[in-house]
C-alpha cells in the first residue's frame, strides 16, 4: 500500500511521528529555525499533507503552488494567524489546530510571570547570582502583594477562564473585558465583566488572552497605559502584536505603569538591541508559554489526528475553518 506524504515543518515531540509512522511517509525539517519560505514552498508542492508551526507563512501564493495534491494543512497550536484561512477554505484545504490543550499550562506560565513580576523574581536572581546580597534588609526588593488584589482578564475563553480559577485562590477581585459577557464562566469563576477601559482603570494586574485579529492589534498602547494605575502590572502570553512595543517601553521606562511580564513581542525573536532588554521592571520569555512536556505531547497527538484524518479525506477532529465542509 502506497503511503501518504507529508511535510513536518519542525521537530515535534516522538509521540507526534510515531503515531504517523505506519501511514504516512514524514519528512521531517530537522533545523532548530523554520525552514525559509522557499524552501517552504517546495516541499508543500510534493506531498499530501502539511504539519505547521506557527512559525510558517502559509499564504494563499503557496497553498495554491501546491494544489491539487494537498490534502490538509494541520497546525500544531492554536493560533492560526499565520495562515490565509479564508484562501485555503476557497481552496477546499482543510486546516486543523489545537484548541484546549494548552489551556492549563498557558495559565500556569501567565500566573508564573505575574508572580515573578509581582515579587522581582527576576531582579533578586540577578542580584545574588552579582554579589548583590550582602545582608536582610527591610526595603530591598520590595514587590506588591498579590492576594486580595484586583485581576483583570483581557479575553475570556478558555485560558481567560483558567487564569480567573487560579485567581480565586488567591482572594482577588476577578474583572474580566470580552465582546460578550458569558454568565455561565461568570458564576463558575466568581469574575465580573466590565468595559474595558474601566478594567484599565481598576485593575492591579492586567493579563491579556485575547486572540489577534485587524480589532485587536495595538490594543495596549500609550493611550491604555495612561489609564493604568501606576502601581499595575501587565502580563501578556496571547501575541505580541496585540501590544505597541514602543509605547509599553515609554510606559515602563517613565513607570506609568510598574512592571511588565510578557511571553511575546511583536516580531519574534526579539532583536538584541530593542530596547525592552534594557529594562529592569520587565519580566521576557521566548514564547513558551505552552512549553510543559504534557501540553506540548498533547499539541502534536493532536496535530498527528487532524494531518492523518485529513489525508484520509475524512473531517477533522478539530478544525479551524469548518465551512469548507459546506
Request: net charge negative; aromatic share 6%; proline share 6%.
Amino acid at each position: 500500500m502506497t503511503k501518504y506524504k507529508a511535510f513536518v515543518t519542525r521537530q515535534i515531540p516522538q509521540a507526534g511521528l510515531d503515531s504517523l509512522a505506519s501511514t504516512v511517509d514524514l519528512e521531517v525539517w530537522p533545523g532548530e529555525l523554520p525552514p525559509p519560505y522557499e524552501t517552504l514552498a517546495e516541499k508543500v508542492r510534493q506531498v499530501d499533507g502539511l504539519l505547521c508551526l506557527v512559525t510558517d507563512r502559509i499564504d494563499r501564493q503557496l497553498m495554491e503552488s501546491a494544489l491539487p495534491a494537498l490534502k490538509v494543512i494541520s497546525q500544531m497550536a492554536v493560533g492560526i494567524d499565520n495562515i490565509d484561512i479564508q484562501a485555503a477554505t476557497g481552496m477546499g484545504i482543510p486546516v486543523g489546530n489545537t484548541p484546549g490543550v494548552l489551556t492549563e499550562a498557558t495559565a500556569d506560565f501567565a500566573w508564573a510571570l505575574l508572580m515573578a513580576a509581582a515579587r522581582r523574581v527576576v531582579e533578586a536572581d540577578k542580584l545574588t547570582r552579582a554579589g548583590g546580597w550582602k545582608t536582610w534588609g527591610p526595603k530591598v526588593l520590595l514587590g506588591v502583594d498579590i492576594y486580595g488584589a484586583v485581576l483583570g482578564i483581557v479575553g475570556f475563553r478558555r485560558i481567560g477562564q483558567a487564569v480567573a480559577r487560579r485567581g480565586r485562590g488567591f482572594g482577588m477581585r476577578i474583572l474580566y473585558f470580552d465582546r460578550s459577557r458569558d454568565p455561565a464562566a461568570e458564576e463558575a469563576t466568581g469574575a465580573a465583566w466590565m468595559p474595558f477601559d474601566g478594567l484599565l482603570d481598576e485593575a492591579d494586574f492586567v493579563t491579556i488572552h485575547t486572540s489577534l485579529n485587524a480589532e485587536t492589534v495595538h490594543m495596549f498602547g500609550a493611550d491604555q497605559f495612561a489609564r493604568m494605575k501606576r502601581s499595575s502590572i501587565l502580563i501578556n502570553t496571547a501575541r505580541g502584536p496585540l501590544i505597541n512595543q514602543p509605547d509599553l517601553y515609554t510606559a515602563l521606562f517613565n513607570r506609568t505603569i510598574a512592571y511588565a511580564g510578557i511571553d511575546v513581542t511583536e516580531k519574534e525573536p526579539i532583536s538584541a538591541d530593542d530596547p525592552l532588554l534594557t529594562l529592569d521592571n520587565l519580566v521576557i520569555t521566548p514564547h513558551i508559554a505552552s512549553g510543559s512536556l504534557q501540553a506540548r505531547t498533547k499539541m502534536a497527538l493532536m496535530a498527528a489526528e487532524n494531518l492523518l484524518a485529513g489525508l484520509r479525506g475524512e473531517r477533522l477532529p478539530n478544525c479551524a475553518n469548518p465551512e469548507v465542509y459546506r
